[in-house]
């Protein structure tokens, strides 16, 4: 059984820092591509970042790009999401999800193309 456990999430200041962890089990988590998504109240759960199976290509959307950063550790199943300057408009749930690739460098930016989700972690900025 594949399971995607979130976690780092919490209340910052605008300016901070978090850092969140998704630790998967029930898979071989080398072969699958990986990706976080931010679900805000009242709006869609959208992309944020995605980094494929080998971590030899990533790619984040604009809203947060140099700011957040994702990594992955092979060793340890193991994705993560370092985010800084946060904004309170970064004040969301955020969500990894995993599908497996055939294709090393290539990592997906869309929600359906991942097959499997964690049940999330709150992120809240404070202004």
């Known amino acids: 059984q594949v399971q995607l456990v979130e976690s780092g999430g919490g209340l910052v200041q605008a300016g901070g820092s978090l850092r969140l962890s998704c630790a998967a089990s029930?898979?071989?988590?080398?072969?699958?591509?990986m990706g976080w998504f931010r679900q805000a109240p009242g709006q869609e759960r959208e992309f944020v970042a995605a980094?494929?199976?080998?971590?030899?290509?990533?790619g984040a959307a604009d809203s947060v790009k140099g700011r957040f950063t994702i990594s992955r550790d092979n060793a340890k199943n193991t994705v993560y999401l370092q985010m800084n300057s946060l904004k309170p408009e970064d004040t969301a749930v955020y969500y990894c999800a995993a599908r497996t690739t055939g294709v090393s460098g290539l990592y997906y930016r869309a929600e359906y193309e991942y097959h499997y989700w964690g049940q999330g972690t709150q992120v809240t900025v404070s202004s």
């Open positions: 029930g898979l071989t988590f080398s072969r699958y591509a």
């Open positions: 980094i494929s199976k080998s971590g030899g290509g990533t």
